[in-house]
């Protein structure tokens, strides 16, 4: 989806250097999130903010940190890179609709960034 | 704890032929449910959804989904499958209350053959 990017789209780097994986949207949500994905594991949540002071984690979010600079900008990363590591890295928003028990919640994905730590 | 089972890890199917991806998922009530769609070198693109109301879901791209509680899935359908569709397919199923996770199935992936 165009109205989500990220930056880079390829990153290639070695163990312990540190990478950060840029998230950008113009869809005018509040909530964003961080996920990787690896071969045969579908999609994991690193991190999720439902808006600029709000940061939580997710199930995987050890070895990574993230900050929310502004209600378009989510930004992942990783202080000491190491091998396992390496994996496709998603950035999606969701738009929050009604409240309570009938809320609804769906949420748009990026492009991806492809991250191999050597 | 949700969770989600696609059990089928690849699918090849002839072009022009139906086409059913399995999805089967863990929820202690009414799950949210969604299919998402990634083709090769791209993000995920969301198919469809259901929230409540009518089980037979319609999506984009000609794809529906039928929600049968009793059965607990979520079977993604299609009548005629295009070369096009080759892709990998995730269902997801998400908490009540727009809460925050989304739990993924591993993925099927889809072969199409001319």
């Known amino acids: 989806d165009a109205d989500v990017t990220q930056t880079p789209r390829n990153r290639i780097t070695k163990t312990g250097k540190r990478i950060m994986l840029e998230c950008s949207q113009t869809?005018?949500?509040?909530?964003m999130y961080w996920y990787r994905q690896d071969p045969g594991l579908g999609l994991r949540l690193i991190y999720y903010?439902?808006?600029?002071?709000?940061?939580n984690k997710g199930e995987i979010s050890d070895g990574y940190s993230v900050s929310r600079q502004a209600q378009a900008k989510f930004s992942l990363s990783l202080e000491s890179a190491i091998p396992n590591q390496t994996a496709l890295y998603f950035c999606?928003?969701?738009?929050?609709?009604?409240?309570?028990?009938?809320?609804?919640?769906?949420?748009?994905f990026g492009p991806g960034t492809r991250l191999t730590v050597l | 704890a949700q969770s989600v089972t696609q059990p089928d890890i690849h699918i090849t199917v002839s072009e022009g032929a139906s086409l059913e991806l399995r999805c089967n998922y863990s929820?202690?009530?009414?799950?949210?449910l969604f299919w998402y769609v990634q083709s090769p070198g791209q993000g995920l693109q969301l198919l469809l959804k259901?929230?409540?109301?009518?089980?037979l879901v319609q999506g984009i791209k000609g794809f529906e989904a039928e929600f049968k509680r009793s059965q607990s899935s979520f079977n993604l359908r299609k009548p005629s499958v295009h070369w096009s569709d080759a892709a990998e397919y995730f269902c997801?199923?998400?908490?009540?209350?727009?809460?925050?996770?989304?739990?993924f199935g591993t993925g099927t992936q889809l072969k199409v053959e001319l």
């Open positions: 999606a928003t969701s738009d929050r609709q009604g409240m309570g028990r009938g809320a609804t919640d769906t949420q748009y």
């Open positions: 869809k005018g949500h509040d909530r």
């Open positions: 903010s439902f808006d600029v002071k709000d940061i």
């Open positions: 929820y202690g009530a009414t799950p949210y």
């Open positions: 259901y929230f409540s109301g009518d089980t």
């Open positions: 997801a199923v998400g908490a009540r209350g727009g809460g925050n996770k989304l739990t």
